[in-house]
């Protein structure tokens, strides 16, 4: 080492060092280094080669070796098309480490199964969310309930806020189609313009996109080749809910 190199620098490339040997990303990258080197006939590829081949910048090679970053989605991708090391394997350390190595049923990430406590519960309104003309409200939940992964709602937001409904109506197509069911969040109640939403308009339940202009409210339909926008006031609607995710038959 240097004359010049002080006791603080020493001390810093020993614990890139250390840090560079936990990281199973600085591994993985080093293992896929070492394969471009064979690849190539070569003892040895220096991280600028490497880089170079891979057409980064050195830099994020010698940082994912020195365990200060690790392995991105896109690098990883890179990496394959490249030099034919698995993505998969460069994430997740699971699996072949080359693409062309098939994948034996041994080899497949291993799930735990799922329990009936991985799964909660929402309800479906009994009135349809109307399309075109609109249905009568009912405010009263029906007995059919819908079960979806606890997980999947909680990142939706509060389950106790969820609603199933079914659509009725072509004015929403092509994004939404007679016989869809939608899925809404009751706590999002507060008008949001270019979002569908779920408006209770004078006894009558409607799903339409809403749009909000200097000029006021206006539900909008998808479908407009036939429905024309629509003025609606505040004072006669009600929103029930913002629509966030859709299920239909192909």
């Known amino acids: 080492m240097a004359e010049h190199t002080s006791h603080n620098d020493v001390l810093s490339i020993q614990k890139a060092m250390r840090v560079g040997e936990k990281s199973p990303y600085s591994q993985r990258m ?15 590829l220096s991280q600028v080669m490497f880089a170079k081949m891979l057409g980064v910048h050195p830099s994020v090679i010698s940082h ?3 365990g200060t970053t690790r392995i991105q989605p896109d690098m990883a991708r890179i990496v394959e098309r ?3 090391v698995r993505q998969a394997w460069l994430l997740t350390g699971d699996g072949p480490v080359k693409a062309d190595e098939p994948v034996s049923i041994d080899q497949e990430p291993k799930r735990p199964p ?11 309104v009994k009135s349809v969310l109307g399309g075109g003309t609109g249905q009568l409200v009912d405010d009263e939940l029906s007995d059919d309930v819908w079960s979806f992964r606890t997980d ?15 659509i009725s109506g072509d004015s929403m197509f092509p994004t939404l189609v007679d016989g869809d069911l939608v ?6 109640i507060e008008p949001l313009d270019g979002k569908i939403m779920a408006v209770n308009i004078d006894g009558l339940l409607y799903i339409k996109r809403l749009r909000v202009s200097p000029e006021g409210f206006f539900l ?3 479908n407009r080749a036939v429905y024309e926008p629509w003025r609606i006031s505040p004072d006669t609607a009600r929103f029930l809910g913002l629509v966030i995710w859709r299920c239909g038959e192909l």
Not at 116 to 124: A, G, L, Q, T, Y
Not at 155 to 165: Q, V
């Open 152 to 166: 999947w709602l909680l990142r939706k937001g509060h389950i106790s806020d969820m609603r199933l409904a079914r």
């Open 183 to 188: 899925l809404f969040d009751t706590s999002k």
């Open 114 to 124: 799922l329990r009936p406590s991985d799964f909660s519960c929402v309800k479906k």
């Open 82 to 84: 490249e030099i034919g």
């Open 64 to 66: 994912i070796e020195a």
């Open 30 to 44: 080093k293992q896929a280094r070492e394969i471009a080197a064979e690849a190539k006939g070569l003892t040895k």
């Open 220 to 222: 909008v339909s998808d």
